[in-house]
């Protein structure tokens, strides 16, 4: 069993930035994959980022060259790094844990409840 807090939202002008962070319960958590994903009103759940327990890393095309994931497996916890934000990065952001980097929602196992994430112009 896996616990997933996410901190770290909030209220950030256009262009500016945020580090979100994801903190793990659980003595396995360097064996799993991460992901971040997020959900606007009104739009479904979509994938943002995800990291494999060996680093590998891997972005939405909407978030590429402007989010950084990174994890830190001794503090047990995921980041997400977030510049240079737009106006529709605003959404809900939740951190998942699954077996292995995956796109799709159906590829991990556990999930937190979600961190704020407003982006004003």
């Known amino acids: 069993q896996v616990q997933l807090v996410e901190s770290g939202g909030g209220l950030v002008q256009v262009g500016g930035s945020l580090r979100l962070s994801c903190a793990a319960s659980?003595?396995?958590?360097?064996?799993?994959?991460m992901g971040w994903f997020r959900q606007a009103p009104g739009k479904e759940r979509e994938f943002v980022a995800a990291?494999?327990?060996?680093?590998?890393?891997y972005y939405a095309t909407s978030v590429k060259g402007r989010f950084t994931i990174s994890r830190d497996n001794t503090e047990h916890t995921v980041y997400l790094q977030m510049s240079s934000l737009k106006p529709e990065d605003t959404a809900v952001y939740y951190c998942?844990?699954?077996?292995?980097?995956?796109?799709?929602?159906?590829?991990?196992?556990?999930w937190g409840q979600g961190t704020q994430v407003t982006v004003s112009s």
């Open positions: 990291i494999s327990w060996n680093a590998n890393t």
């Open positions: 998942a844990a699954g077996p292995a980097p995956h796109a799709g929602r159906g590829g991990y196992d556990y």
């Open positions: 659980g003595r396995t958590f360097s064996s799993y994959a």
